[in-house]
């Protein structure tokens, strides 16, 4: 059977053994079957048109001036001059990218610390309530911003949290805690207890088996907790709209809209500074999205 | 299993439990009670009011608006980008392989990657009446009698919304989709392609039914996604024009922060938690229902 079917695909990379390579059943061999594989491939290329167009008009206007792009907003921008970028860095976009970094890199240390060492804890350690507990985070993937909006906003001005990155920083790791917590969970409960308890009886402390022992073998699911929870800290909207009022604390996504009003009909400066937004996430995933995408849906799948 | 007392076991999740229940249950239950009250930023005294704020939300116009936008958000987020997606994720198994594939899996979902106020205030261009590409587009193919202000008329401003998100989404949707395809085992197609079975037979006996989970799965957060609908609703119309494209998460947020009404806007947010819990509870009978399958 299994000949009978590689035999019709000789069309299979050589160098692809998999099984992606061999799934094309009816080869073109039939005229039909050779015009679904066109409007196939219509349909592919133009989705990715569709897809790319915008992202393309957003960066090449922003090498346009803005008379050009209200002018000819298709046409090619004439130069590639990056003086809207320069100043759209200067107005604004330069602190909002700052405050970015520093609230995604000082939240993502917390929730991969916290919630590494909560998963632990919950398929290693002997807990109590371990069943009770690992409900009651789990059930926090189910609370929204929208739920929670006004008493957070209290909370955060009674803690005198409102307006400072360290508040911004706690709420993030709180509120994306249960998804990394359960990420990371789904892959330690597949880890060996074994290989802990080894590493005890040779008389490494707790703390050194979960150092040495633990986060290495955890790192595909650290890697891909990590870039789920840094694409959610780099976008956030919600909780920085209502928790940051002053415009030097401001994150990116709601910069933005301060940016957007103060620029008005400048769009040359508005789409360099949307462009600007955008790159580091764009370069991260295109670089890191397999592991990202697999990561995911292996926590979702199972 | 290890020698660990369970004093110490406990220790090390206290962090991340204190904060999940000081930052997020906390504040759940503390919404709930703050609903029967109406109190404003300036005057911070509560006037306990019971039920007012319900009467009145139930009364209120803009929940109907809101949930009729929130609905159409997730119906046709979950026919474009969960069903649509898996014909997508299917095509890209099936035609294009290795490198190929693995290129327009990433431009499909490069759109995921960015921030919903940056695609919001691109799309805001795209939609503009003067220089916007879609109108120029439209008038190039001949179509002049449908170029409109898109994001300023209420009968098309919440569809543009929609068309929006289902641009930036489905390329996500549809990667997550192509690893549960990818986990079918081969032998099936070609078992069914040796019985003569075509590809769209082989669709829907094959890779449909074994994908279930993660179609339902992925159902759920988009219709759960659905109900957190804001970022782009702010950035591109702000609720407007008309009040056309209020959602649920833009009256919470108007209500307490442009209103001053945060008693009104937590009644609001106890109603997003009852509809959640609500989904929450047809998915935990969904899940046991279908537990079955592979």
Redesign the interface.
Known sequence: MTTTASTTNSSARPQQPTARARRGAGRPSTLSARVVRIAVWALLALMAIGVLYPLFWMVSSSFKTSTEIFASPWALPSSLSPESFVTAWERGVFQYFVNSVLITIGSLVLVLALGTAAAFALTKLNLPFATPITLLILGGLMISPTMILVPVFQLMIALHLHDTLLGMVLVYTAYRLPFTIFLIRAYMITLPDEVIEASMIDGASLLQTFWRIVIPLCRPVLVSAGLVYVLFAWNEFPFALVLLNDPSLKTLPVGLLDFKSALQTDWSVLFAGLTLAALPMIVLFVAAQRTFVRGLADGMGK | ??????R???L??A???L??????????L??IR?SFYNWSIFDQEMNFVGLKNYRQALADPFLGTALRNNIAYALVSVVVQVGFGLV?AS????????RL??F????????A??????TG???T??YDP????LN?ALEAIGLDSLTRAWLAEPSTAMGSIIAMSQ?QWT?YIT??L???I??I??EM??????DGA??VH?FFAITVPLTR??VA??SL?TV?NA??L??EV??MTNGGPNNSTQV??TI??QN??VNDR?GY??TM??L??AL??GL?IAQLLWTRRKRVSL
């Open positions: 299993m290890t020698t660990t007392s369970r110490r076991a406990l090390w999740i962090p991340a439990l904060l999940v229940l000081a930052l997020m249950y906390v504040p759940l503390q919404n703050l997508l095509l890209l198994d099936r035609f294009a392989t290795g594939q693995g327009l899996r990433s431009v499909y979902f490069l759109p990657t960015i921030s919903m106020t940056v205030v691109l799309f261009f795209v003067n220089a916007g590409i120029a641009w390329g990667a997550l192509l690893v549960a990818q986990r085992p081969t197609y070609e078992a069914a392609s040796l075509g590809p082989q989970e993660m799965i992925l957060v759960s109900l957190l804001f970022n702010i950035v649920l998460g919470v947020y307490a922060f945060m806007a937590a947010s106890t997003v938690l959640t819990m929450g």
